[in-house]
């Protein structure tokens, strides 16, 4: 398995891309090793080996990919749901199918195979970034390794009081230099703690997730469904264009100065004051009437 060309070049989606791109419909993706549920505007990932805390495997992540990647032109999901079925989120890459075959890889010289394998795990991250619908990940019980990454990856992250996250790659000998963590973890939480989390690869609790900023909020484990099923209807009947021009903008603006970032917000604002969601809402405004946004 570790032998497959899974190295793909990075897709980036811009707001102008988003405007152009061919409609296409969600009933074109139809993925085979996890769940895949379209709810109205809201679509819903599940990684569905609950027996086994919804491990990741080689056909997982590449379908995982595809999936974040066919997302960029479909406009009848607003928003995307990432969870686990059972009691946990995802316990990072099977040990079995993944891990072991790496080390045989490792045995035999076969240093380019594993070299594919970290650039298609990066290149699943990339796919989340750049897919302009904001990803919402509903966490329970273990959320560790690639799992914790997942997460980390979401545009929103709302998690349980049982719930963990660890980054626990220097436990199995790793960096935690893994699918972007040192550059994205530190953004949510800081570099002191992300640089803790990423040496220890301890597990950071509920209550620390939520006071560092990696949770945007801790619910009970029986509220978790419809508390995430809540805030994801209410930003897919936002401006749904505007939210994929605010998630372009926050993953881009990184690496610009601030000088930088505001004359690219000013191209970026007067796109969205050009689409009809920004007429819309001015009318409903004058109207005293609650605006219905349409995405374009």
């Known amino acids: 398995m570790v032998g497959r060309p899974f190295h793909r070049a990075p897709h980036r989606a811009s707001y102008a891309a988003m405007s152009t791109s061919p409609l296409r419909s969600s009933a074109t993706i139809v993925p085979r090793h996890f769940q895949w549920a379209v709810e109205g505007p809201v679509a819903t990932i599940t990684l569905d080996r609950p027996?086994?805390?919804?491990?990741?495997?080689?056909?997982?992540?590449?379908?995982?990919?595809?999936?974040?990647?066919?997302?960029?032109?479909?406009?009848?999901?607003?928003?995307?749901?990432?969870?686990?079925?059972?009691?946990?989120?995802?316990?990072?890459?099977?040990?079995?199918?993944?891990?072991?075959?790496?080390?045989?890889?490792?045995?035999?010289?076969?240093?380019?195979?594993?070299?594919?394998?970290?650039?298609m795990t990066g290149g699943l991250v990339q796919a989340m970034r750049a897919?302009?619908?904001?990803?919402?990940?509903?966490?329970?019980?273990?959320?560790?390794?690639?799992?914790?990454?997942?997460a980390m990856a979401s545009d929103l992250r709302v998690g349980t009081a049982r719930s963990k996250v660890a980054f626990l790659f220097t436990r199995v000998g790793l960096s935690g230099a893994d699918m972007g963590a040192c550059a994205l973890l530190p953004r949510l939480i800081g570099q002191g703690r992300a640089a803790e989390l990423l040496y220890t690869g301890r597990f950071m609790t509920a209550d620390e997730a939520e006071r560092w900023g990696f949770y945007n909020r801790v619910v009970a484990p029986e509220a978790l469904p419809g508390e995430v099923t809540t805030l994801a209807r209410a930003l897919a009947t936002g401006p749904t264009f505007a939210h994929g021009v605010t998630k372009a903008c926050l993953h881009e603006e990184w690496a610009?100065?601030?000088?930088?970032?505001?004359?690219?917000?000013?191209?970026?604002?007067?796109?969205?004051?050009?689409?009809?969601?920004?007429?819309?809402a001015y009318e409903a405004f004058v109207a005293k009437a609650t605006p219905r946004f349409e995405g374009n």
């Open 51 to 119: 027996e086994r805390k919804n491990p990741l495997t080689f056909e997982s992540y590449a379908e995982l990919t595809d999936t974040f990647r066919a997302l960029v032109p479909v406009r009848d999901v607003m928003v995307v749901v990432l969870t686990g079925a059972g009691e946990n989120f995802c316990s990072g890459g099977d040990v079995h199918e993944i891990i072991g075959p790496l080390v045989a890889a490792k045995r035999d010289g076969r240093t380019d195979d594993i070299l594919r394998f970290t650039r």
């Open 131 to 150: 897919c302009p619908q904001p990803i919402v990940a509903a966490i329970d019980g273990i959320c560790a390794g690639a799992g914790a990454i997942l």
């Open 256 to 280: 610009m100065s601030i000088d930088d970032a505001i004359t690219h917000e000013a191209k970026a604002q007067a796109v969205c004051m050009l689409t009809n969601d920004f007429e819309r």
